[in-house]
């Protein structure tokens, strides 16, 4: 089992990580933090550079530490913070990733909240530190900060649509995509 849970947690940490170098820096694909800055402003997010560097930031420190297994609890809490973000984002494409959908930020979410409950395993910095096994219902208070801080971050980050002109030749729609 410890071995199973260290290649999650490697996978699963270093990849959020990765996502946070692309936002503010060259590497791994990245478009610098200009790049990042393009990013969060196409989506709809105020705060330019800072925003880019918050979430970036946000993503690798996250990512790191859940990869190390080191203060797991926190980490996934923070990895769970971004890609609340980011599932946002991609909500209004629907579930599925070739539609641009937020089914990796989900699967991210989860897999998150799967290590809290199991804990970091053996092959730990958790474990090497002496730090005991958190107990279970840690997994609903990470679950609960995490996509709380997501829907905060949001809330206050992201800019609300403009309001659209009335133009009496325009169809008129009902808001769910009818005529």
Known sequence: MDTGILILRLLVGLLVAGHGVQKISSHLGGKGLEGGTQEFRADGFRGGALTALAAGGGQIGSGLLLASGLLTPLAATGAIGVMTVALTVKWHNGLWVQNDGY?????????AAALAATGP????????LGLRQYPLWWTALVLAAGVGS??????LLHRSAPAARSDPAAPQTTGRGER
């Open 121 to 128: 395993g053996a092959w730990s910095l958790d474990a090497a």
């Open 150 to 155: 997501g829907l905060l971050a949001r809330l």
């Open 103 to 111: 089914e990796y930020p989900l699967v991210l979410i989860g897999t």
